[in-house]
């Protein structure tokens, strides 16, 4: 669909419209009185989040591709309908295919006090059903006011049960990772992806020194991401999800990214809202599952 169109059966006036963005990919651009963002049409990708005089909230790193086809490094990717790479077969694409596909706007809205709301659905086809053999439909809902809200509704279309592992996988932009303290994980139990998958207890708050990649399992709470450097604290809170992925590739493995720069692990962390590892979820024909983030911004006293 050309953006003219799009444009006129979806734009709010000046406040919520369809552009070129990086690379020629179409983006929804939100600009109000509350905050800015930005979402690539594929992947159904949150891009960016800005509230009114405040610094960014999701990071992404200058050197991501922006291409038909290839995963946008940042924001918060969809990661569907299987998170990390695939339990039985690694030549398919990590995290699913879900961020790498063009998304449908299928809706736009203004709510009370200027909030703007945006729906996007992705169902099966021909090359989704190569992939993970079941009918679907899934619809991402992303909600810009002083705070984001992002939720994934998956419905199992098809007439057999269907078993899968999901994340909204949100990167955080950070004054320094040196000065940055991660708390709502004391006491939690995590699987050490970079220490052969072991288990282990988080002893009190968390604080990042080197290659980090956990899963904390059986996590309802909030989490907060308390940047000293700029004396601020991002509030990532969750519905449907019991688990929690935290994760900085630290300087060898950023080096080693084609689309990752080499110094960036410092200013990110990402803490993401997941059904991973034994959180997987099970869908009844007919079922439907909703995962959801709520991210907004405090001052740190």
Known sequence: MKLET???????DKQLIFIAGPGGLPVIQFKTRQASATVALQGAHVMDFQPRDASPVLWLSRLSHF???KAIRGGIPICWPWFGNHPADSSKPAHGF?????????ATHRLPNE????????????????????HFSARLTVTVGHELEVELQIHNRDEK??????ALH???????????VITGLEGCRYIDKVADNQPRLQQGPLTITAETDRIYVDTRSDCLIDDCGWKRRIRIAKQGSRSTVVWNPWQEKAAAMADFGNDEYRSMV???????ADDRITLAPGEKHRLLTRISVEPLC
């Open 115 to 134: 909030t703007l709301q945006l729906q996007m659905t992705l169902k099966n086809d021909t090359e989704t059903r190569q992939l993970w053999p079941w």
């Open 98 to 106: 879900a961020r790498n596909r063009l998304w449908e706007v299928t």
């Open 67 to 69: 291409k038909p086809g």
């Open 270 to 276: 990402c803490v993401e809202t997941a059904n991973a």
């Open 170 to 180: 949100n990167y955080f932009v950070i004054s320094d990772i040196n000065d940055t």
């Open 6 to 12: 799009i444009n006129r059966q979806f734009a709010i």
């Open 161 to 166: 049960p269907a078993t899968c592992s999901c």
